[in-house]
C-alpha cells in the first residue's frame, strides 16, 4: 500500500511559477513509476506527466511541455512538478498517482494504469 500526498498548490497570475510536492509513504518508492494528472471544472482528468522509477525516463503532454518538468527524489520518496509560464488553462486540481513498475525505463500515461493516488492540491491561475 502507497500512500500519496500532494502540497505546494496556490493562486499564481499568469506567467508565474509553481512547484508541486508528491510525498509517498512506503519504503519502496523507487519501486514505484509516477504520474501527475489534472482536472478542471466540468473536464474529465487528463494526462501531464509521468516519470519511470528510475527517474531516466519522462514524457509529457504536448500542453505542458516545456514548460513542466517533472523530478523524483528516491531518498525522499517525492516527486516534484516545477511549473512555470502557467496559463489560466493550467487551473486545475492536480493529482500525483502511483503505480508498480517491474522495468526501471517504464513510464506510463492512462489514468487506470495508475494504483496509488493522492487527494490532489487546487491550483488556480489568474489572468
Known amino acids: 500500500q502507497v500512500q500519496l500526498v500532494e502540497s505546494g498548490g496556490g493562486l499564481v497570475q499568469a506567467g508565474g511559477s509553481l512547484r508541486l510536492s508528491c510525498a509517498a509513504s512506503?519504503?519502496?518508492?523507487?519501486?514505484?513509476?509516477m504520474g501527475w494528472f489534472r482536472q478542471a471544472p466540468g473536464k474529465e482528468r487528463e494526462f501531464v506527466v509521468a516519470?519511470?522509477?528510475?527517474?531516466?525516463?519522462?514524457y509529457y503532454a504536448d500542453s505542458v511541455k516545456g514548460r513542466f518538468t517533472i523530478s523524483r527524489d528516491n531518498a525522499k520518496n517525492t516527486v516534484y512538478l516545477q511549473m512555470n509560464s502557467l496559463k489560466p488553462e493550467d487551473t486545475a486540481v492536480y493529482y500525483c498517482a502511483a503505480r508498480r513498475a517491474y522495468s526501471g525505463s517504464y513510464y506510463y500515461t492512462p489514468s487506470y494504469e495508475y494504483e496509488y493516488w493522492g487527494q490532489g492540491t487546487q491550483v488556480t491561475v489568474s489572468s
Open positions: 516519470i519511470s522509477r528510475s527517474g531516466g525516463t519522462t
Open positions: 512506503g519504503r519502496t518508492f523507487s519501486s514505484y513509476a
